[in-house]
């Protein structure tokens, strides 16, 4: 167990809980959850011999969720934190694929981003803060998305 990870993830997610905005939130929130369900479906033995599928499942629903806040968000860090849980996700695959990659190799591909990942949404809380100051305001989602489209007016013409 190392209680260096852990400390810091407390400590991320409580100044992204205390200081970020809603899309700091949810990605602290589900990084955090994401780290406590790997440790449930760990295989308790031959850990990293053979592909931690349950792992894998962990860390797919992570990536996917911080895709998602990524297409979402008016920010640019989920797009970092989704390309570091894809990193891992890939080290799930080449396992999967290439039987012969060395199990050390895998556990570094799995744990390295841990540590980047969590600084990633501290700098995101730390950026939506320093926005707050100076502009008073910071909008957390896009505009792009298909909710913000105005309907259409009746009768499909143009709007005036």
Known sequence: MNYYFFGLLL?????????GGTPERIGAGTYALSVEATHFVLASHGRWMHVEYG??????????IF??????????????????????????????A???????????VLTIW?????VIIALGTFNHQRRLKQFGS???????????????????????
């Open 11 to 19: 400590i991320c997610s409580a100044y992204a809980f205390v200081a």
């Open 55 to 64: 792992e894998f499942t962990v860390d797919a629903l992570t990536f996917l």
């Open 67 to 96: 895709v998602v806040l990524a297409l979402r968000a008016n920010r640019f860090w989920p797009i970092w934190v989704s390309a570091l849980l894809g990193l891992g996700v890939l080290g799930h695959l080449a396992r999967w």
């Open 98 to 108: 290439g039987r012969d990659v060395v199990w050390y190799a895998y556990v570094v």
């Open 114 to 118: 841990s540590y980047p990942i969590l």
């Open 138 to 160: 910071d909008r957390s989602w896009s505009r792009s998305s298909i909710r913000s489209v105005p309907p259409s007016p009746p009768g499909g013409g143009p709007t005036a």
